[in-house]
């Protein structure tokens, strides 16, 4: 017998912690998402990468190789496209690690990063799925 256990939406927000050291409080924005815009400019060369959890909670690590020191902005949006994290940098190697809390409450993750120089995007969209599978098995003993 397979079981599966959604993910349930909770009204509580989710939290982004960065690594290096700083709490950053959430946004309370309620905008859509933005729309994916074409990929060129400066911003096509970031990533985001699962690189395992801490404590339960997923990690992220966000590499964006910004060689010109433009200002940039990095948004996290929920399933629903709510803000929930947005931070400007100017880092030309922006190297940061992302800590998830209260990531079952969400089914979907977006990261998008934003160049302000040449008004380059790229999105990142984070889908998670959280099952639970029971197997039993019965047999015949003689």
Do not use: C, W
Not at 31 to 55: D, F, H, Q, W
Not at 79 to 89: K, P, R, T, W
Not at 92 to 98: D, T
């Amino acid at each position: 017998m397979n079981q599966v256990i959604s993910n349930t939406k909770k009204v509580l927000a989710l939290s982004i912690l960065l690594i290096s050291g700083s709490l950053i409080s959430r946004a309370g924005n309620n905008e859509p998402s933005e729309p994916v815009e074409k990929r060129t400019g400066s911003a096509t060369s970031a990533e985001v990468k699962y690189i395992g959890s801490n404590e339960g909670d997923p990690l992220f690590n966000v590499v964006y190789n910004n060689s010109n020191g433009a200002r940039f902005s990095i948004k996290v949006l929920d399933n629903e496209g709510h803000q929930l994290f947005q931070g400007v940098y100017t880092d030309r190697k922006f190297n940061k690690k992302f800590k998830v809390t209260d990531a079952a409450s969400y089914s979907k993750l977006i990261f998008v990063i934003r160049n302000f120089q040449d008004n380059s995007v790229q999105s990142f969209e984070v889908n998670s799925n959280s099952r639970m599978v029971e197997e039993v098995d019965v047999t015949e003993v003689k």
